[in-house]
Structure formats: structure tokens, C-alpha cells
């Protein structure tokens, strides 16, 4: 019975613990902020202008107790104070001791710039060229002024040195970034007049180029630099190896002032009198361009030679002639020149030939002349004698018995005169 009633009392028990754990399951926890008007302020104090960041947001939550404060979601602190702020927008965060949070919009803004003023005075440069120049900047308007010519780079006071000619603009920016830009014009003192002249000396000849001119410049500022024909500028004021003709010498003075002179002639030296004379020979008259003509000249050095006109070559022979009439011209080492005319004619019939040309004609001709010579071959025409000389030789000197001619052997005697030809080298000429 005891036993009986212990199991009922641990049954309700446990009944009891079901009973008061679904209890509290079935029951939300209160929301703290449920019964909460939180309400955020703030007074601002704007920027004093420019790019400054001086700007505050002092916030103030109400309707709560233990607020901390956050500016655009930053780390939370215990006062509502922001201070060094740009003009902008910015969202505040105040949180109570429970964690309610309350967030608005502040923004800041800019005070007004003042009117700020530029004045300058002006040193415009020497001459031309020069970096010489300066401007001494003033503003007005405001204070803690710092002066910059490009825009970017700021320096303690408005006088910039070394100034080429040229505008600028200069900006000036206060305490406060506030800016204001003014053009000025550096310009550029007006050049002297320089006076330029050449000393020139004479080529050896028309066609050296070991002429000079030696320049001078006055009237502007030293060091000068010169150039020649609008050429580039050189430190030295002599000009070699030129040719004849005629130069202008430029000058320009340390300041970049230039002068010019007015044309100076290089001339050249008188040519030497050249004289010339031809020995010709005259060309085969069955074998055409054999001729020659061989020049000879005096009176100067470093002579070259040619032939009607053509390029100059250091040999005074001139080969392989045709008959005809030629100039022959010669020229020296500095152009002086000369010619001649000279006349290759038809050379004379050598002595072999006219033997072998009289025997053909005691022999041959009575088959082979006339209107209708034998085989077309007519032994009174000279330059026939010439393209048969190898038949002559065949038939008339080595055939045994002798083939030509028909009527018998020649002498040995006439034999003998063709083989002196052949070996002579069976021309005209030979």
C-alpha cells in the first residue's frame, strides 16, 4: 500500500513539472522597447567654409535612459557629440540600456566663401628665350592665403621666380580652402639687332669643297651659336669644307635673339689650263669596234677621263672603237676640264692580208668574182677573204692534193703567205 502511493505521488509530480514547463513555453518575454518612444535631435554647427572639417553634430535621445551614440553606423560612444566633419549628410544612431536604437539624418553644410581678390606685379623677362621673368601675387579678401601657379602645388607666399614668357594663372586659397584664380601675362623684352658677317675663303677648284667662312656676330648677348643655310646651330663660328656658292650665316645669342648676314660667296680658285692630244687606231674594216683612242693631258694632277660625256674612269684608253667621230674630255682633282674631239677611221689593209688578197686574185677569183661567184663565195670582196680564211687554209694549203685551186697547186711561196695570215690572225688588218 506504501509502495502504491509513492508511485502516485511521483506520477503527479512529474504531471506537475509538464504541466509548468508548457506553461512557460506558451508565454513570450516582454519587448523592452515595446512601451518605448525614443526621440533623436541635434543641434548643428556648420563648417566655416571651403574644405574645411570643423563642422559638429551635438545629438540628444530622449524617451530612455544609458543612450550611446554612432555617426554613420561607427563605433558606438557615450556622447552625442561629433566634432571635425565635413559638410555632408550623416545618419546618427543613439541606443539606450537595453538595446533600443532611435537613427536620423543630420547635415551639415558649408559657410559661404568670401570674395577673395588677386593683384600682381609683373617682371617681364630680358629677351626671348630667357626664364627671367616673375610675378609677385597679393589676395585680399580673407587670411591665412597660400599661392600656387599650377593649381595643385601650394606655397607660403604669392612670388614666383624663373618665369618664362607666358600667361599663368594663380590661384590663392585661405585658411579655409576658399580659392579664387587671376591670369597674368609675363611678356618678353624686345630682342637687340644683331649684326652677322662671314670671312670667306676660295676652293681649290669648281668642283672642291675645301672652301670656309668664318662668321662674327655682334650686337646681342654672348656666347652665340651659329648655323649655316638654316642648318642646326653649332658652338663653333667656322663653316669647312664647303663648296662654292653662296652661304647666310645665322646667329644666336645666349638670350635666343637671332641675326642673319646677308649672302657670302665662297668662291673658287681659276682652273689650271689643261691640254690634251688623242693617238688613235684606227678599227678593222671587218671587224668593227677594234678601234681605240688613248688620251694623253697635262697641266694638272688627279686627271680622270671620258668619252662622250660619258662617266669619268681613271684609264686614258678607251677601247673597242667603232669608226666614227668622238669626244674625249679630262678632268682634274678639283673640276677643271677640258676636251677634244678625235676620229676613228678604217685602219689600212694589213700586209699578210694584201698577199694572201694578190695570190686569191692570181688564183681564185676567176671562179670565185664577178656577178655569180661559185658557191656565192666572191674572193674580191675584203671581208669575204676574212670569214673564208679557214676554207682558204683547208683548200689551198693543207688538201693533198691541193683542192683550190681547180687549176693546180699554188706555190709553196703562196702557200706560205696564207699560213702567215692565219698565224697572224687571219683579219684585215693583219
Not at 56 to 82: C, E, R
Not at 242 to 255: E, M, S
Not at 382 to 406: F, Y
Request: proline share 4%; charged share 10%; glycine share 10%.
Amino acid at each position: 500500500m506504501r509502495k502504491t502511493s509513492l508511485t502516485l505521488l511521483a506520477s503527479l509530480f512529474s504531471i506537475i513539472l509538464v504541466v509548468i514547463s508548457c506553461s512557460k513555453e506558451s508565454t513570450p518575454p516582454a519587448d523592452p522597447c515595446a512601451s518605448k518612444t525614443l526621440v533623436l535631435d541635434a543641434v548643428l554647427t556648420a563648417t566655416s567654409g571651403g574644405s574645411t572639417t570643423n563642422g559638429v553634430i551635438t545629438a540628444t535621445a530622449t524617451g530612455s535612459t544609458g543612450f550611446t551614440y554612432s555617426i554613420n553606423n561607427g563605433t558606438f560612444q557615450p556622447t552625442g557629440v561629433f566634432n571635425n566633419l565635413a559638410a555632408a549628410t550623416y545618419s546618427v544612431i543613439a541606443k539606450d540600456s537595453d538595446g533600443c536604437t532611435v537613427s536620423k539624418s543630420f547635415t551639415i553644410t558649408a559657410s559661404a566663401c568670401p570674395t577673395i581678390t588677386i593683384t600682381a606685379a609683373t617682371v617681364n623677362t630680358t629677351a626671348p628665350g630667357t626664364s627671367d621673368g616673375s610675378i609677385t601675387a597679393t589676395a585680399a579678401g580673407s587670411t591665412g592665403f597660400t599661392y600656387s601657379k599650377d593649381g595643385t602645388t601650394f606655397q607660403a607666399t604669392g612670388v614666383f621666380n624663373n618665369l618664362a614668357a607666358g600667361n599663368y594663372n594663380i590661384t590663392a586659397k585661405d585658411v579655409n580652402g576658399c580659392t579664387a584664380t587671376q591670369s597674368f601675362v609675363v611678356s618678353s623684352a624686345a630682342c637687340p639687332s644683331i649684326t652677322v658677317t662671314g670671312t670667306a675663303t676660295t676652293t681649290s677648284g669648281p668642283a672642291a669643297s675645301n672652301g670656309s667662312v668664318t662668321a662674327t656676330a655682334t650686337g646681342g648677348v654672348a656666347p652665340y651659336t651659329y648655323s649655316v643655310n638654316g642648318g642646326a646651330f653649332q658652338s663653333s663660328n667656322l663653316f669647312a669644307n664647303l663648296a662654292a656658292g653662296a652661304y647666310t650665316i645665322a646667329a644666336k645669342d645666349a638670350n635666343g635673339c637671332l641675326g642673319a648676314s646677308g649672302a657670302i660667296n665662297v668662291t673658287s680658285a681659276p682652273c689650271p689650263t689643261i691640254t690634251l692630244s688623242t693617238a688613235v687606231v684606227g678599227t678593222d674594216k671587218c671587224a668593227n669596234n677594234t678601234g681605240s683612242i688613248t688620251v694623253t693631258a697635262s697641266g694638272s694632277t688627279g686627271i680622270t677621263y671620258n668619252i662622250n660625256n660619258g662617266a669619268y674612269q681613271s684609264s686614258n684608253i678607251f677601247n673597242a672603237l667603232a669608226s666614227g667621230n668622238y669626244t674625249v674630255g679630262v678632268k682634274d682633282a678639283n673640276g677643271c676640264v677640258n676636251s677634244s674631239s678625235a676620229t676613228v677611221n678604217i685602219g689600212p689593209a694589213g700586209p699578210n692580208f694584201t698577199n694572201v688578197k694578190a695570190v686569191l686574185a692570181a688564183n681564185c677569183v676567176a671562179c670565185h668574182g664577178g656577178s655569180s661567184p661559185q658557191n656565192g663565195i666572191n674572193f674580191t670582196d675584203d671581208c669575204t677573204i676574212v670569214a673564208q680564211a679557214a676554207r682558204i687554209k683547208s683548200r689551198a694549203v693543207d688538201a693533198n692534193p691541193s683542192v683550190m685551186p681547180p687549176t693546180g697547186a699554188i706555190s709553196n711561196s703562196d702557200k706560205q703567205k696564207i699560213v702567215d695570215w692565219i698565224n697572224a690572225g687571219a683579219k684585215y688588218s693583219n
